[in-house]
């Protein structure tokens, strides 16, 4: 392979970044474990379609976020003390990998490519996945593309949380079963704020270059310390949200879903000494990425319990 293919190779891996799919996994298996759990409803083919589709959202939300951060001059202030795994983008153009324009013509491809799985599932499976999808693929544009840009103007996060709980779960399950119903709708809820937390705490590394550019997220606006405070508020309604779920169902398998508890106060206690220290901070991002995943599988477990055998 060419040396400069080899490089948008990597560099068009590096941007897609697969191991954050987990983002749109949690809620797309949620959405496809209540569909056989109580409508017995499954399907492979609309599952694995409606699969690549989001994930080509991702790919797409992550280009254009990489050309607008790097042209804001946001990545462009991250220094090598600021950088983690968790944080500063996808750094795919400042490392070289791409260039701007390059990027720009993967969020083209994948979004199209996108929408054309979307209208395919629309027209031959679902037509009201139409305004899901829509929604979904709308805010995964504007989320960073001018005059609105979303994740500048403190929107970010609750574009997310809305993006990766209600719409993706929802989605998956209407497509699936093809109806709406609560219950999918409770259990997007404490998907939506968990994801919301993990953006949280990855803004802690970024603030002093969102701050010097403008970048005007929650942290931001808050300061370090105050967003401490809502990040553990976030853990605590996502807990208080899955207490609803038990009650709504009237079956406290669903309570399983707070044994992740402790790891949450841990990274909680964490953020809030030591969120002026990178390298002891990301303990706490990590954590609750694993607390996400973690609260995906545990309530998939219960909606089986609840759905299938109780």
Not at 5 to 18: E, I, M, S, T
Not at 179 to 207: A, C, H, K, M
Not at 226 to 238: D, E, G, K, M, P
Request: aromatic fraction near 10%; charge should be positive; hydrophobic fraction near 55%.
């Amino acid at each position: 392979m060419d040396v400069s293919l080899k490089k948008v190779h990597r560099g068009f891996w590096q941007l897609a970044d697969p191991k954050i799919w987990i983002a749109s996994t949690v809620p797309m298996v949620l959405g496809l474990v209540l569909s056989v759990a109580y409508y017995r409803a499954f399907d492979f083919f609309w599952f694995l379609v409606s699969l690549v589709g989001v994930y080509l959202i991702e790919i797409g939300k992550n280009a254009v976020n990489e050309c607008v951060d790097y042209l804001s001059g946001v990545d462009l202030s991250v220094d090598s003390t600021h950088r983690t795994d968790f944080s500063g983008g996808k750094k795919a153009i400042v490392d070289g990998l791409l260039t701007v324009k390059q990027s720009a013509a993967i969020a083209v491809v994948t979004l199209g490519a996108a929408a054309l799985i979307g209208l395919y599932v629309v027209y031959f499976r679902e037509t009201r996945v139409l305004f899901v999808g829509l929604a979904g693929f709308l805010i995964s544009i504007i989320y960073s593309i001018p005059p609105i840009k979303l994740c500048y103007r403190g929107l970010g996060e609750l574009a997310i949380g809305i993006t990766f709980g209600p719409l993706v779960l929802n989605g998956m399950f209407l497509a699936l079963a093809q109806r709406f119903e609560l219950l999918p709708l409770l259990v997007s809820i404490p998907v939506g704020i968990l994801i919301t937390n993990v953006i949280w705490i990855n803004q802690f590394p970024d603030y002093e270059a969102d701050k010097a550019c403008n970048k005007k997220n929650w942290v931001v606006r808050l300061g370090k310390p105050r967003a401490c405070r809502i990040y553990a508020l976030l853990f605590l309604l996502n807990y208080l949200a899955i207490a609803a779920i038990a009650v709504y169902t009237v079956n406290p398998v669903w309570l399983i879903g707070l044994l992740t508890i402790p790891k949450a106060v841990a990274a909680s206690k964490n953020c809030a000494v030591n969120y002026d220290n990178i390298s002891k901070l990301i303990g706490s991002n990590a954590a609750t990425i694993q607390i996400y995943i973690l609260t995906g599988i545990l309530l998939s477990v219960a909606a089986l319990l609840d759905g299938l055998l109780i």
